[in-house]
């Protein structure tokens, strides 16, 4: 059977693929530490679960409005005002089922063929080929260490043509852990106002931010660029809740009713068992959330210090989001027996086979040097996958060597 033309250069999320192939070798009985999937590993909140509960005994289990509960609503824009000083009515926002969603919903209202989205590189690997899916080109702006992983305007203007459209900001990022600085976001927005281009500002890390930074909305820097921004955030993250898959969108109007329609034709509503559930998460907020930040400060700091004395191995302490970003490049041609590591994907396979650690590579998030380890998991097995990793590479025969 012939498929359509526009899964071609379309890989599946490969985040997800590595996290579920994990699992089945431990259903297997064997014993693989998961390093690799950016899922919290609390408990979502008590709240969420007790709303959830009463929302099924009461019979709150019909089709809701499609673009999602006006007090669900009514909770993120609070959220949105309180945290990012950003201030929206109902009917500019909309819940979907996930932040993924959300943004998949924007790229079908956004992107014409040929229309050019720019994506600073290292990316979440989802964007490049969201835009794809809808004709569209994705233009990566290449970052890397000397830059923080951040992108500047001036970078940015060397990428303009008459067919940019948009471009992605994600801070705190997956997979880097780069957070960017006011400045730095009000030279990019005054870039955007100036060239007439949508900004995509994926906030689902915001809270996750170390050493004092803070989060920083680009739509919050005026009234001109949240004219243009489409801010992109839900609770999977903060509030441990990814298979509730609860995302939301907040932007300009004509935007959002479109999203609206499209959601209409597709999914229609999110749960909405799962929409009373984030109600309560949302309310819960900071006395949720912070002591995860707490717990997820001390993770970065073992996973960063045990990290970077493996010889071959050097990462940026993360500012933010709970993901080592580790250049490997030392290692890229280095051999196992008869194996090579001609990548990191390579080097994530031999890790997964002779250490038993899944982590992901750098290849699918535009990084074909780097492998990415989450720490969104216990002290004890950061710890052991960590070692284990050391000793695996130990192991490898580098070229030098
Ligand atoms: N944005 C980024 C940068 C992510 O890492 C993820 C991964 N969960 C998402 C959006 C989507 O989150 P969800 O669909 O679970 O809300
Ligand atoms: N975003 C998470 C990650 O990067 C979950 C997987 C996915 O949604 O692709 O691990």
Request: glycine letters at 8%; aromatic letters at 8%; hydrophobic letters at 40%.
């Amino acid at each position: 059977m012939k498929l359509a033309d526009r899964l071609q250069g379309i890989a599946p999320s490969a985040t997800l693929e590595i996290t579920a192939y994990a699992n089945e070798m431990r259903a297997s009985g064997i014993d693989v530490i998961g390093l690799a999937a950016g899922e919290p590993d609390f408990e979502s909140p008590s709240q969420s679960k007790h709303d959830a509960i009463q929302a099924i005994e009461e019979g709150f289990t019909r089709y809701t409005a499609t673009s999602g509960i006006a007090p669900l609503k009514t909770a993120i824009a609070e959220k949105l005002i309180h945290d990012n000083h950003l201030e929206y009515a109902n009917d500019e926002i909309i819940v979907s089922c996930g932040a993924k969603h959300s943004l998949f919903n924007l790229m079908q209202v956004l992107v014409n063929p040929g229309d050019e989205v720019l994506i600073p590189s290292p990316y979440w690997l989802t964007y490049p080929d969201q835009v794809r899916l809808h004709g569209g080109v994705p233009v990566f702006i290449p970052t890397d260490e000397q830059t923080g992983f951040k992108t500047t305007a001036a970078q940015l203007t060397q990428f303009l043509t008459p067919r940019t459209k948009a471009l992605v900001i994600n801070s705190p990022s997956n997979p880097t852990g780069a957070v960017y600085d006011q400045a730095t976001l009000e030279a990019i927005a005054e870039l955007a106002v100036r060239h007439n281009l949508v900004v995509i500002s994926d906030e689902i890390y915001e809270h996750f931010v170390y050493d004092g930074r803070a989060h920083c909305s680009i739509a919050s820097l005026g009234e001109e660029i949240k004219a243009r921004t489409m801010v992109i955030n839900g609770v999977s993250k903060a509030f441990a809740m990814t298979g509730w898959r609860i995302g939301y969108a907040a932007g300009p109007k004509p935007l959002i009713s479109a999203m609206g329609m499209i959601q209409s034709q597709s999914t229609s509503n999110p749960s909405s068992i799962a929409q009373k559930a984030a109600i309560g998460a949302l309310r819960e907020g900071r006395d949720f959330y912070a002591p995860l930040v707490k717990e997820f400060t001390e993770r970065r700091g073992i996973m960063h210090t045990q990290l970077t004395t493996i010889p071959g191995i050097s990462c940026l302490k993360p500012d933010g989001a709970f993901y080592g970003f580790a250049n490997v490049s030392a290692l890229i041609g280095a051999r196992f027996s008869d194996q090579s590591m001609t990548s990191s994907s390579q080097i994530a396979t031999y890790l997964l086979h002779e250490a038993h650690v899944a982590i992901v590579p750098g290849d699918p998030f535009g990084a074909p040097t780097h492998i990415r380890i989450s720490y969104a998991t216990s002290r004890e097995k950061i710890k052991t996958g960590l070692d284990r990793i050391r000793l695996a590479v130990q192991k490898l025969q580098t070229v030098t060597s």
